[in-house]
Each structure stands twice: as structure tokens, then as C-alpha cells.
């Protein structure tokens, strides 16, 4: 493999699975840590219908109507889900249960009806992404890494994802604090004065931005996983908040780049001649990490906790 | 966007397979989609109040993996075509495991429930993409149509394929209906149901497997991604109308039957539909009539509810102000009506009419307005302040009270 195919191919569809991981991972955390973790995976399902529709009145697969489409339905979403759960007075897991996977089936039919009519958008890339169709075609050797003109020429998912990471970090950073006392004690937080509505919305909405941004390069099941085991395999790991963001944000990365790895190069190296779906094998990564982290973890996991102290 | 392209033989195609004049093949299907949809709403109403719901989402991605495995199995044991039954054993086996995964790894770990399940069904289902994508890389057999369980499809579904899937959803429904009485004690009130010595966790499994059954049985017909729809929507929808279980299964069981039947149907007359995506949008119709236009839940009712004792209450209020002496132009609807009905005259000032009936209301604005002041937290909730008679809705010992500080209060008048 040359430099110029490595760069071409290789580098920019891994580092755009790592960085939709690393922003996954992030924003795991807050869900992981407030008990929300399927709202994640209703927003991620229902911001189907919000892309197909924007992608169908814009005719074009520009970053910024699906982006909006994507919040307007995350954010309808979330009315909906907080709506049928106190009207119906009905535990909020059924809720979302109702209205995810209708906006889901909703998009489904938009997407095979649009399809049907020659419209470069299936709900086989909606569910495992096309992370093979993120091509940096300008270098032609390292030099492409430092040359702006090239730079600028990286693929649109890249350069979204790499914005909404920067962006949300800083967020993050900056409302670290509060952030964190509405996840360790969010009655506490109320009573502060810090706006419980204001923190949740926002939260949606960047869940929304990040699904949408992710999803058209690994698809909606790599966001779930994404959300959930990182964050999750590093809350048994750590009790402190900061390690536990770091170590979610590292294991996410981590993840995405050696998941690709497997999924993609390595076969070839191997001259195999195939090669297997990238989003799937980090998902399934992912999973294994949590699972060893379940059994082995030194102070949470199943194993330690049977020797300490029996249940 | 869809409904103006399709022209009027889509409709009379759709009416052809609901009565059964589609051929044979398309009769099975068609009765085997509606007792799947039948199943689904009854098992799915238990889950659904033993607080499970999202369990069934997990048990559905979750069946990829052990499709695929089966097929993968299949194809080394030489059986060329598909086998719909190793399939199905597959995908029960693993959706077993991510059930009893969910359920383990949330007791015996720190992590809630709702991490667990979304890490499980993103790990499996995960798993199972890269299973597919390994088999479409096979030089033989290629992927044999295991991509339309995935969102469902009915189209091509052979007699024995939907004989296999009413069987199945017919045993889980009579299972859940044998269990009625079990599983109502441990919805409702599974301590109570743990002091009578009953074995509440294997009657969890025993919920948990039905919806395994279910899911399996509907692979092929709503798919896996959509499964948890169909065991979610019909008993909420249900929900809507009635807080007794045996109303909320029989019409839970309607929900989920007709949405099987017309989403089945529909998809049939519409190339290019997914059945599992129209089966979901059939049942969300239900759900949000049943959103709307319940009685007592629904949204017109509240609205209603929330209008009625706004009127009321303004009609209190102006009689009872005028019966004070301070008499409020009698402007608004209230107002308009309450001269038409003789009861105040242009003026505002109360009739002799108007008189009698507003004494009483008076006293009893008087009475609510001293209960909240003596003591606002012996009001029972979801009494309507203001409105309501008091002596029939204030506790005994409230109005006791009430009495005592009126009849001083009389008398230092």
C-alpha cells in the first residue's frame, strides 16, 4: 500500500470512525451517568425522518438542511416522548418506545418511497453507514497533510464530525461543573437553580447533531453503542467523573481506530481478498470491552464482587 | 406524501388481501401477520406494565447475530437454500442470551438497566453486521435474503414460512393467556406475589421467553429493528382507554391484530414498502386516535376537562362576587350566558332567581377558600378547588373545622 492510497482511502474513512466515536463516547457520559442511555437510542432513531425529509426538499446531501432536519425532529422527539408520558401517565421507557420507533418506521417508508424514485439514499446506509464512500481524493503523498489547498478538499462527514468535536468539547468544558452536579445530584441542581429543562434540551440536541453527523458515515446502531459502552465500561472502571470522560473518550478512539483496523486493512494485508463491515466490528468491540469490563473490572466487575463481598 | 400517488387500485389490490381473494399464499400470510399482531399486543401488554418494554428492543437486534450464525451453520452442513427453522433457533438463542444478559449484568453491576440494554443490543447487533458482511463476501450462497429480516418483508414468504409464523405467535398468545392470573399478580404487585412463595423471577423468564417467541415469529414480517414497535405501541395505545388489564389485552390484541392485517395488506399493494416500517405506521395510527380521542387520557379530553372547569369556575366566582355585593360586569361568555339564563340582570346584580342559586355557591366558596387557609394539605388531590361541593369532597375532620371557624366568625358578625 502506498502513502497515496493509505491517504486516499484508509486515513480519512478511520479517523472519521474514530472521531464519530470520540463524540459518541462524550456525550455517553451525561447519559450513562443520568440513566438516559436509551434516549440516545430513541434520538437516534427518530432524526430518520428529520434527514430523509430534509434531504428530499433539498434535493442534495448538504450538511447543513439534514443538520437542521435532524434537530427539528430530535427536539419534536423529545416533546413527543415528554408528552405521551404524562398524558398517558406511562413509565418514560415506553414512551420512547412508541415514539422512536414510529419516527424510525416513518423514515424507513420516506426513504424506500424516495428510493423508488432514484434517490441516492437506503436504509442500509441509515442502519450500518457507508464508511468505504469517505474518500480524500486530492493527496498525492504525505505532503497532502500540511498542504491547505489539499486540506480543504477533505470529505464533508470528516470535517462535520471534526467541527461537532471541537465544538461540544468546549461546551462540555465549559459547563463542566454544572454539568456534572446534574448528573451526580440532580435535585441538588434544581435547588441551585441550574435549569434542569435547559440542560436536558441541550443535551437532545446534541444528541441529534452527533447522530446525524454520524450516522451517514457508520450508521444509527454504531451511535448507540458508541453512546452506551464506552461510557459504561469506563463508569466500572472509575468512581471520578474526569477519569471516567477521559477514559470514555480514549476507549471510544480507541475503538474506532482499531475496529476499522480489523474490519478493512487487516484482511487485505492478510490477502483476503475481502474485507468486513467497519461500523459492525467496532459495535462489536465495543461490546466485547464492556462485557470484559463486567466480569474483570478490579472493584465493580462480576468476578471481583463475588470474591469481596458475596451479594 | 405517499397517499396522492397511489391511485384507487392500490386501495382495491389492499381490500382484495384483507378478504382473502389474494390467492392462497397471500391468505396465510395475511392470517398468520394478524395473529402475530394479536400475539404481539398481548404479551407486550404484560412486558409492557412489568416495566420491560425496551428489554424487547435489545431481544430484537439481538437476533442478527444468531441468524446469521445459523445460516452460517446451514451453509457448512450443505443445506443450500434457506432453513427457516435453524434460522429461527438462531435468532431465539441469541435473543435468549441478551435477555439473560440484560437481566444479570443490571443486577449484579453498578450499571443500570437502561446502559446495559443499549450496550447489548448496539454489541449484538453489531455482531451481526459484521456476520452479514462476512457471508456476503462468501463465494456461495451469498446473503439468501437474510437482509429482509432485518426491516421485514413479506413478499416471497413461502405457505410453510407463514404457517411457521402463526404457529408460533398463536402458542405465545394462548402461553401468555394460560398465565393470565400469574402475570397479573406480578405486574401489579410482584412482593405481594413473592410473599405467596410464587416464583417471580422465572415468571420475569417465562414473560421475557414469550417475547422471544414472538420476536422470532415476526422476523420475517415486521423484522428485527421494529419488533420492539409491535410489542410497545398496541398496549400503550391500549393504555389510553382503560386502566383494567383484561380491557387493555382485548384491545391491545385488536390494536396489534388489525395493524398486522392492514400493514400486511398495504405493503402487499405498494412496491418497495418495507412491511415492518408500514406494520409500525398502522399501529402509530391507532395509538394516535388513541392519543386524541380516549376518553379520560386522551388529549381532546383534557382539553375539554381543562375548559369545563375554567367556565365553571368563572361562573362561580361572578355569582358568588355578586351575592358578596361586589357585583363584576357580567362580560365574557360566562357572563353572556349566565343573563340569558335569567340569573343576573344588565347591570350584573343577581335576579331573585340568580339569588338562590348563588347562595349556595357562595357558602361553598366560602368554605374551600377557608380551607385553604386552615390547612391547604388536607385538600385530597384532584379535587377541583372552588367547584366541587365541600362537604362531599373535604375529609370529615377538614369540615369539622371549617364549621367551627365559620360559626365564630358568624357570630363576631
Sequence with gaps: ?311 | MSMEVWPLDVWLRVAEILTFRAGHNAAVVLAGATLLGIAAGVVGTFTFLRGRALVSDALGHATLPGVVLAFLLGSALGLTTRNLPLLLAGAALTGSLAVWLVQQVSRHTRLAEDAVIAGVLGGFFGLGVVLLSLVQSLPTGGQAGLGTFILGQTAGMTRGEAWTMAVLAGGAALAALALYKEFRLVCFDPDFARGLGWPVALLDLGMLALAVVVTVAGLQTVGLVLVVAFLVIPPVAARFWSDRLDRMLWLAACFGGASGALGTALSGAVPDLPTGAVIVLVAGVFFLVSLLLAPGRGVLAALARQLGLRLRLTRVTLLAGAVRGRPLPPRGVVGHWLRLRGLLDASGRLTPHGRAVAEPLERNLRRWELALRLDPHAVPDGTRWGVDPAERVLPAGLLARLDAVGDSAEAAR
Design chain 1, 1 to 311: 500500500m502506498t502513502a497515496a492510497t493509505f491517504l486516499q482511502l484508509d486515513f480519512p474513512a478511520g479517523l472519521t470512525a474514530v472521531l464519530a466515536c470520540s463524540l459518541c463516547a462524550m456525550l455517553g457520559n451525561f447519559l450513562v451517568l443520568r440513566r438516559q442511555t436509551l434516549v440516545g437510542d430513541a434520538i437516534s432513531h427518530a432524526v430518520l425522518p428529520g434527514i430523509v425529509l430534509a434531504f428530499l426538499l433539498s434535493g442534495t446531501r448538504a450538511t447543513g438542511p439534514m443538520l437542521l432536519g435532524a434537530m427539528a425532529a430530535g427536539g419534536i422527539a423529545a416533546i413527543l416522548i415528554e408528552t405521551v408520558r404524562r398524558l398517558g401517565r406511562i413509565e418514560a421507557g415506553a414512551s420512547m418506545g412508541v415514539v422512536f420507533t414510529l419516527m424510525f418506521a416513518l423514515g424507513v417508508v420516506l426513504l424506500e418511497q424516495g428510493a423508488a424514485r432514484g434517490v441516492d439514499l437506503d436504509a442500509d446506509c441509515v442502519l450500518y453507514g457507508q464508511l468505504e464512500d469517505v474518500l480524500w481524493l486530492a493527496p498525492a503523498g504525505w505532503s497532502a497533510l500540511l498542504d491547505p489547498a489539499a486540506l480543504a478538499d477533505l470529505p464533508r462527514e470528516l470535517l462535520t464530525l471534526a467541527a461537532l468535536n471541537l465544538g461540544i468539547g468546549l461546551l462540555i468544558a465549559a459547563f463542566w461543573s454544572p454539568l456534572k452536579l446534574t448528573c451526580f445530584d440532580p435535585a441538588l441542581a434544581t435547588a441551585m437553580g441550574l435549569p434542569a429543562g435547559v440542560i436536558q434540551y441541550g443535551l437532545v440536541l446534541a444528541l441529534a447533531l452527533a447522530a446525524v453527523a454520524s450516522f451517514e458515515a457508520v450508521g444509527s446502531i454504531l451511535v448507540v453503542a458508541m453512546l452506551a459502552c464506552p461510557a459504561a465500561t469506563a463508569r466500572l472502571l472509575t468512581d471520578r467523573y474526569d477519569r471516567q470522560f477521559w477514559l470514555s473518550l480514549g476507549l471510544g478512539a480507541g475503538c474506532g481506530a482499531l475496529g476499522y483496523a480489523l474490519a478493512g486493512p487487516l484482511p487485505l494485508l492478510l490477502g483476503l481478498g475481502w474485507s468486513l463491515n467497519a461500523a459492525g466490528m467496532i459495535a462489536s468491540l465495543s461490546g466485547l470491552m464492556l462485557g470484559l469490563a463486567v466480569l474483570l473490572a478490579p472493584r465493580y466487575g462480576m468476578l471481583a464482587r463475588r470474591r469481596g463481598h458475596p451479594a
